[in-house]
T-cell receptor, first 119, second 114 residues
Framework: EPEVTQTPSHQVTQMGQEVILRCVPI?????FYWYRQILGQKVEFLVS????????KSEIFDDQFSVERPDGSNFTLKIRSTKLEDSAMYFC?????????????????FGPGTRLTVL | AQKITQTQPGMFVQEKEAVTLDCTYD???????LFWYKQPSSGEMIFLIY??????QNATEGRYSLNFQKARKSANLVISASQLGDSAMYFC???????????FGTGTRLTIIP
C-alpha cells in the first residue's frame, strides 16, 4: 500500500541552525501539506502546496519557513534559523483530491513524522 | 473560520464496551468534510473515518461509525466492542473543500481498561 515517508525520524539541532525536513508524498497525489504538533498539543496546519506553489499558509508559517518540491517526488520544509519553540513533531501529508469538484471526499495521508528538538 | 471542539480530554472505558467520543464543529461553509484520526503512543496519525456534509447516511468503517448530526453540528465517533489496542489519542478534524487544510480539535485520550 502506498504511503507517505519522512526523513529523518528525529532531528536534534542547535538554536539558530537551519534544518530541512524531507517528505516523499504518495506519487499520484496533488496536494501536499506540513503540519506540526507541539508535545501534548493539537495538530496545527502550517502550509499547503498545490501545482508547485503555496496554496495556503498559517500565521505560524513566517519568513523563517519555506517549502520546496525540488524534483517531482520530494517535498521539503526548511526552517532557516531554528528557535526553541520550533521543537515539535512535524507531519507531512498528501491528498489525491480533484475527483469530486465540490465536497471534500478524500483523506489526507500522513507520514510518520519528524521529531525536531531544538537545543 | 472553522473550529473543532472536543470536550473530553480523557476517557476510560472497559474492554469490549462501546465508546462515544464527542466532536462539535463550527463553520459557515455549506460544504465540508469531517474526519477522525487515531494517534497511538508511537506518534503516527492514522485515518479512521470520513463524513461529507452532504452524505445522507452516517459513515461506517468496521468497528468505527460516525454519528453525524448536521443540525447540531456534531460528528461523534463511536467505537464498538473496544479493544486494548484502541488506547490512543483521537482527533476530530474538518476541511472546507477538496485539497484544503485540516483543522484539528484538541483530542481525546482514550484508555481501554482490561
Amino acid at each position: 500500500e502506498p504511503e507517505v515517508t519522512q526523513t529523518p525520524s528525529h532531528q536534534v539541532t542547535q538554536m539558530g541552525q537551519e534544518v530541512i525536513l524531507r517528505c516523499v508524498p504518495i506519487s499520484n497525489h496533488l496536494y501536499f501539506y506540513w503540519y506540526r504538533q507541539i508535545l501534548g498539543q493539537k495538530v496545527e496546519f502550517l502550509v499547503s502546496f498545490y501545482n508547485n506553489e503555496i496554496s495556503e499558509k498559517s500565521e505560524i508559517f513566517d519568513d523563517q519557513f519555506s517549502v520546496e518540491r525540488p524534483d517531482g517526488s520530494n517535498f521539503t520544509l526548511k526552517i532557516r534559523s531554528t528557535k526553541l519553540e520550533d521543537s515539535a513533531m512535524y507531519f507531512c501529508a498528501s491528498n489525491i483530491a480533484g475527483s469530486s469538484g465540490g465536497a471534500v471526499s478524500n483523506e489526507q495521508f500522513f507520514g510518520p513524522g519528524t521529531r525536531l528538538t531544538v537545543l | 473560520a472553522q473550529k473543532i471542539t472536543q470536550t473530553q480530554p480523557g476517557m476510560f472505558v472497559q474492554e469490549k464496551e462501546a465508546v462515544t467520543l464527542d466532536c462539535t464543529y463550527d463553520t459557515s461553509d455549506p460544504s465540508y468534510g469531517l474526519f477522525w484520526y487515531k494517534q497511538p503512543s508511537s506518534g503516527e496519525m492514522i485515518f479512521l473515518i470520513y463524513q461529507g456534509s452532504y452524505d445522507q447516511q452516517n459513515a461506517t468503517e468496521g468497528r468505527y461509525s460516525l454519528n453525524f448530526q448536521k443540525a447540531r453540528k456534531s460528528a461523534n465517533l463511536v467505537i464498538s466492542a473496544s479493544q486494548l489496542g484502541d488506547s490512543a489519542m483521537y482527533f476530530c478534524a474538518m476541511s472546507r473543500r477538496e485539497g484544503e487544510k485540516l483543522t484539528f480539535g484538541t483530542g481525546t485520550r482514550l484508555t481501554i481498561i482490561p
